[in-house]
């Protein structure tokens, strides 16, 4: 049976939503460094300043169930970065396998591209199989690695950089209105 969903922009309140599934990856997974799982309100913050910003954040929903979520920040606060985010993207573990992050990614680079970014940069803490191979499927390639730099579950934990143009990403320089 194919897979059934649709993406759209994050309202507000999706937040609870976004902070279930988050949560298990905080709890029991190495996907991100976090410890403690945020609360819903500091998503909902987090919807608010990317509608603020004119930044993308996206669900996925599977009739109105969110079943997945990805959204960008810019990738440092200096102002020399605006041209630059970073992706977050995370999926319901009880639908993984049904290309829900592949289509939240697709939608968001295209999404970030409209807002303007040139480079899109995915940090991928934990580094297990699934993330790198669907950032590389979407054409990004490894731009760095931290090694060691996180500790969870009893281990440490290795950081990766992958990095992707966006539009005419580094070939022209932005417009000055731009900055």
Sequence with gaps: ????????????????AIAAIYAPYVLHGTETLEL????AARFAEKIETAAQKGWPYLVACD???VIGYAYVTQFRDRPAYCHACENSIYVDATHHGRGVGRALL?????????AGFRQMMAVISGIGPASPALHAALGFTEAGRMRAVGWKCGRWLDTLYMQRALG????T???PDAT
């Design 1 to 16: 049976m194919a897979a059934t969903f649709l993406i759209r922009p994050a309202k507000l309140a999706d937040a609870p």
């Design 168 to 171: 005419p990403g580094d070939a």
């Design 106 to 114: 697709a939608a968001l680079i295209d999404a970030a591209t409209q």
């Design 173 to 175: 320089p932005p417009s």
């Design 36 to 39: 403690v799982p945020p609360e």
């Design 63 to 65: 009739g109105e169930t």
